[in-house]
């Protein structure tokens, strides 16, 4: 049986989706109860928080995927692996970030590392997980789009290769199905080119079908803006990804094609099926 924490968020709905259709047996772990799951998949409510609890989200397990949100520093990196190994789980999946390897100093990142830290020093079979920016962020443009046919952002022209989560989840399943070819594999996921922000606009106007227009923020009133609901060091390294991306940030990685077979998908299909959100 496989475990896959945050079932319910951008990446684990469809990773879960895409293991149940292989027929897999799935135990879908989130804090809230959890409607629209497929037919079969066990659905188990509890907060990785909760230390106590850990034995029971991850008992009967053989595989895990790791999946933490936010900022995961109410997180115990350390006891969740060891809950996992108690429990008899063999192999592990961590869902980190690519900015634990391209910002090395970014305290924003510590409890990411800390986790990697924990999944390679586990004893498991691991695989590493490493993704850029998610197409999923345009979420936070929706109520503009669907409002007032507008997006204020920062940084218009400065294009980051963001990567589907249906083709992080595509990875994820691949990985848990396969332990042999990919433990002790660390995969940086982009998708298939780099695209600004002023062309994700452009993208999301095509599916809406009308104008939306791109209204350029400077850096410090996205800033105020961030600050509202996350902490300063957060934002200043977002607004520092955003603005001024390395090489390397911005370079499309082949990982997506090595595992899947196929070119990642480009964010007008994520625009696509995420239509209804933005009309
Ligand atoms: N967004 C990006 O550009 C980006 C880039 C690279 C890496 N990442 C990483 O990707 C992860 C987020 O992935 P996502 O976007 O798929 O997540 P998401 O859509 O925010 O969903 C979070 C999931 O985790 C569950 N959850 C949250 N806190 C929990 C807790 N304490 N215990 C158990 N379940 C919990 C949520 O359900 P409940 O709320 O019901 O618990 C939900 O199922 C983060 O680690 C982030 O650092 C993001």
């Known amino acids: 049986m496989i475990v896959v924490t945050g079932a319910t968020g951008n990446v684990g709905r469809p990773l879960v989706e895409l293991l149940a259709a292989a027929g897999e047996k799935v135990t879908a772990v989130s804090r809230r109860p959890a409607d629209g799951l497929p037919a079969g998949v066990t659905h188990r409510q509890g907060d990785l928080a909760d230390v106590g609890g850990l034995a029971g989200l991850f008992e009967g397990a053989e595989a895990v995927y790791l999946l933490v949100a936010g900022l995961g520093d109410e997180l115990d990196p350390r006891a969740i692996v060891t809950a996992a190994v108690a429990a008899g789980v063999r192999r592990i999946v961590f869902q ?143 607004l520092s990804v955003m603005g001024e991306p390395s090489a390397e940030e911005q370079r499309v990685s082949s990982d997506v094609e090595r595992v899947l077979g196929r070119t990642p998908r480009p964010f007008a299909a994520w625009a696509e099926r995420n239509a209804p959100a933005f009309t």
């Open 96 to 238: 980190s970030s690519q900015l634990v390897g391209t910002r090395t100093g970014s305290v924003s990142h510590d409890v990411l590392r800390a986790f990697e830290t924990a999944v390679r020093g586990s004893g498991l079979d691991w695989t590493v997980l490493r993704p850029g920016g998610f197409a999923s962020n345009a979420f936070l443009w929706a109520e503009q789009v669907r409002s007032a046919r507008t997006v204020a952002a920062p940084f218009g022209d400065v294009a980051l290769p963001v990567v589907d989560p249906v083709d992080i989840a595509g990875v994820a399943a691949e990985v848990l199905r396969d332990p042999a070819a990919h433990a002790g594999r660390t995969y940086v996921l982009t998708g298939p080119v780099a695209v600004s922000p002023r062309e994700q606009v452009r993208a999301l106007a095509g599916v809406v079908g009308a104008p939306v227009a791109f209204v350029a923020l400077s850096a410090s009133e996205a800033r105020s803006q961030l600050a509202r609901f996350l902490p300063e060091e957060v934002v200043d390294g977002m």
